[in-house]
């Protein structure tokens, strides 16, 4: 049975207006895997979320995550806290009056399987499709996302970023390395990270994180997930979009990554060129051990030129596009999770474009630039707040965040191109639902 099944059967009915019985806020626990099959020493991480409303979410090593009711939050804190079944039932009984204890035992049994089913170890690259339902963060009443993009700044502004994400109950990083980016600071922006107790991932072109030791440093920093561009099985093609050499280097990167028993992420950007051969990209990253896909288009207005499009998707073909990638990843039976489209920016060339990369990853996400602006995954590049400046949930109720939840809410699906992933969160070929001005890596 896989995860997702079991969180399905094991996902809590909620009771109307049950009482708030763990304050609001983050919680971090290390476990030891539970399976036969596991090696000595092996931990999954969890975190459970409790929102405002009491309701919680509880992700293990935020690759899987349930949603759980005001007293499944209680059952999965206690029993996480390391009390005994009989003093959960006990508190049980005392929070939640009225609720019969057949019930209460049988949803205690449930809770207690569904922790020992997520310490399972199992693939630990954080996707949370948008998709699905039980973990859409937009379809409850959710406190924050649940991870965010940061560029990678000095290590005492990026300290700062850090707790305030923590403190707003963020528990996934990933850490956007620039060019030639300071490998010191990148393992130290890990090392924060761990120590707060965050997933923590680095996104960067394999010629920038291919220097000197900075993979087996990022490793031992417990860096839980590292993304690297890949354009193409070509090199030419590749090498024109990222850099002369950084195929070779991607190549040699992805597999010392898994070497290193890091989760890899290839992250695919699609345009023209690069879709045109993406059965074979995908074929060569397959042949690396690669099973983990990021995709993220680059999109242009259909009015504009072709000379300022340079290739980039136009609106309207976007549908298809996204049809044949999911139609090719199905088929060759790769996970892979959508960026939201970037919208093509004439003033500066498509390569740069693809090294910077998508603004956020994915919907779960949202950007954190350096000086603790909090911007939306898609739409106008707007400031939501300052997160460093201002109080969180003055950020998260912000127009800027209001209008982009109220777009993803809405339901976008419509007949003409059926069972697509994509449009789960906005219609590909609408530029409103786009990442539009600055993004990526700077
Ligand atoms: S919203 Fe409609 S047109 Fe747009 S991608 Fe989905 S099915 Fe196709």
Redesign the pocket.
């Known amino acids: 049975m896989t995860i997702k099944t079991i969180l399905k059967k094991l996902f809590i009915p909620q009771p109307p207006a049950a009482p708030e019985v763990v304050p609001s806020g983050l919680y971090h626990y290390m476990r030891e895997a539970g399976s036969a099959s596991s090696e000595p020493g092996t931990y999954t991480r969890f975190h459970l979320r409790v929102e405002p409303d009491g309701r919680g979410m509880l992700l293990a090593n935020a690759t899987a995550a349930a949603r759980l009711s005001p007293s499944g939050v209680l059952m999965a804190k206690e029993l996480l806290d390391g009390a005994s079944p009989e003093k959960v039932l006990a508190d049980l009984k005392a929070s939640f009056r009225g609720a019969p204890l057949e019930v209460m035992q049988y949803d205690l049994e449930r809770v207690a399987g569904l922790i020992n089913g997520l310490a399972a170890p199992g693939d630990n690259y954080p996707i949370l499709n948008f998709e699905d339902p039980d973990l859409s963060p937009y379809e409850a009443r959710l406190m924050a996302p649940l991870q965010a993009d940061v560029p990678l700044v000095e290590p005492e502004q990026l300290a700062l970023i850090l707790d305030r994400l923590w403190a707003a109950g963020i528990p996934h990083v990933t850490f956007l390395a620039p060019e030639n980016a300071n490998p010191t600071h990148l393992v130290r922006a890990v090392e924060r990270a761990e120590d707060l107790g965050m997933i923590a991932g680095v996104r960067g072109r394999a010629t920038d994180l291919s220097q000197g030791n900075l993979l087996r440093e990022l490793a031992l920093a417990g860096v839980d997930h590292v993304t690297v561009p890949y354009a193409s099985a070509g090199p030419a093609v590749h090498d024109a979009f990222l850099g002369l050499g950084d195929h070779a280097a991607a190549e040699t990167l992805l597999v010392a990554i898994q070497e290193n028993e890091v989760a890899a992420v290839a992250e695919v950007p699609l345009v023209e060129e690069t879709l045109a051969g993406l059965r074979q990209t995908l074929n060569a990253l397959l042949a690396l051990g690669i099973h983990n896909y990021s995709f993220f288009a680059i999109a242009a207005l259909n009015d504009m030129s072709e000379a300022q499009r340079a290739g980039a998707l136009t609106a309207s073909a ?2 298809q596009a ?1 049809s044949r990638v999911e139609e090719l990843s199905n088929d060759m039976d790769v996970r892979f999770i959508w960026q939201p489209p970037v919208q093509r920016d004439p003033a500066i060339s498509l390569a740069v474009q693809v090294q910077r990369g998508p603004r956020a990853s994915g919907d779960v996400s949202m950007r954190v630039e350096p000086d603790g602006a909090v911007i939306p995954p898609r739409g106008p590049y707007r400031s939501a707040g300052n997160l460093l400046a201002d109080e969180w949930p003055n950020i998260w109720n912000d127009d800027a965040f209001l209008h982009y939840r109220e777009r993803v809410e809405r339901p ?7 069972d ?1 992933a ?2 789960a969160v906005d ?4 530029p409103a639902g786009w990442s539009q001005g600055v993004g990526g890596v700077l």
């Open positions: 976007m549908p996204a976008t699906r419509c007949d003409e191109c059926p697509l994509i449009c219609c590909p070929r609408k």
